[in-house]
């Protein structure tokens, strides 16, 4: 299966930890997006990438948050001393054009 | 700013045809998007819309677009069980390609 990848699956963690996740996209696409969805809502977009440049990112993406796409392959998501209103799916997707494909999601649990 | 609305929940019979609802603000939105999540699951693309365009059928899925009131609609004929999941309606608009919107999402579930 070539679709979208990410790691961990499931990360649970104390308040204050930091937490780094990993989206590896679909291997031609050039678009890279991260979203948060807590529960009983749709996903909120936090940031996205062109190639390794990051053309947007959402009020939502505190200065606790980073994201990098170094190579403008793989893609990371730090969350740097984690709060429990962090506690959330985080999703990431990939494009090369308008149809944007998610991959399975990383659930953080912050105690 | 940019807001997309659905109804929460919807309860069908097999074999039924489901409609489900979504209206949304932003008139410079370009693709409207039908996504399907299963609990614990990603999203699956379903189909999309572009906004030049007012209907599009796939198989057992018709999405209907009605851009003067802001109204997107997706029907699933001969609804199956595998079709109880949450259904996601999205807008992308030309004021930022790269960000997907999306509605807080419609339950469906099939009871046979």
């Known amino acids: 299966d070539t679709g979208v990848s990410q790691d961990p699956r499931h990360k649970i963690t104390k308040r204050g930890q930091n937490v780094t996740f990993r989206c590896d996209p679909i291997s031609e696409h050039n678009r890279l997006y991260w979203y948060r969805q807590t529960l009983g809502q749709g996903p909120e977009f936090l940031t996205y990438?062109?190639?390794?440049?990051?053309?947007?990112k959402s009020r939502l993406l505190s200065d606790r948050f980073s994201a990098e796409r170094p190579k403008g392959s793989f893609s990371t998501l730090e969350i740097q001393r984690t709060e429990q209103g962090d506690s959330a799916m985080y999703l990431c997707?990939?494009?090369?054009?308008?149809?944007?494909?998610f991959g399975p999601g990383t659930r953080l649990t912050v105690l | 700013g940019e807001d997309v609305e659905q109804s929460l929940f919807l309860s069908v019979r097999e074999g039924d045809s489901s409609v489900i609802n979504c209206t949304y603000t932003?008139?410079?939105?370009?693709?409207l998007y039908w996504y399907k999540q299963e609990p614990g699951a990603g999203l699956q693309l379903l189909t999309y819309?572009?906004?030049?365009?007012d209907m599009k059928q796939d198989q057992r899925l018709t999405v209907l677009l009605n851009k003067k009131d802001k109204h997107l609609s997706l029907r699933i004929a001969d609804t199956q069980t595998g079709d109880s999941a949450i259904y996601f309606c999205a807008e992308i608009s030309t004021d930022s390609w790269g960000k997907l919107q999306f509605g807080a999402g419609t339950q469906v579930v099939v009871t046979p």
């Open positions: 997707a990939s494009s090369w054009d308008f149809e944007q494909f």
């Open positions: 990438f062109q190639n390794e440049a990051q053309l947007e």
């Open positions: 819309i572009f906004s030049n365009m």
């Open positions: 932003d008139s410079s939105s370009t693709y």
